[in-house]
């Protein structure tokens, strides 16, 4: 099966492989899987609030109006009823953070380590959670955006590293999780 210029192919049937399913196979997974499950889960998210009336009401009352002004005459494109750059900054914040804050969470990965760029990510998550929760004002929800953002791309980054542990030499996974 030809995959990206190379041509692999597929061992015989009934090959074995001497890898096991570990529990540090399985956390690695898991753990590589959370960088993309933190995207898809808020583009679930913002999907969906941004299409609730009572959301529109409190941050984006011209883009409820004409969500209603279109409801009334039966249009059936959502094309230009979520068209409001206020709108379009909460959705796009997360993802700008996001990738600014990938490029610089390698820099402290490497000074300060895959665990404690983890932990960064962890706090600015649940401030950014909470300031999300919290917010009032558009300012202070892309604020809140903005620091999920830079959660997920710090997680991503440090997720990353976990990807191929399971296929390392033992003594470079010990010099990895160390």
Known sequence: MPVGGFSVTAPPPGTEFEAKITPTVVVSCVMAATGGLMFGYDIGIAGGVTAMDDFLREFFPAVLEKKTRTREV???????????????????SLYLAALVATLLASYTTRRLGRRLTMLVAGVLFTVGAILNGAARN??????GRILLGCAVGFANQASRILAPIPYCDKNILSHIIK
Do not use: E, R
Not at 75 to 81: D, L, P, R, V, W
Not at 138 to 143: E, M, Q, R, S, Y
């Open 74 to 92: 039966k249009a059936t494109s959502n094309y230009c009823k979520y068209d409001d750059q206020g709108l379009q900054l909460f959705t796009s």
């Open 138 to 143: 558009l300012a202070t929800l892309v604020a």
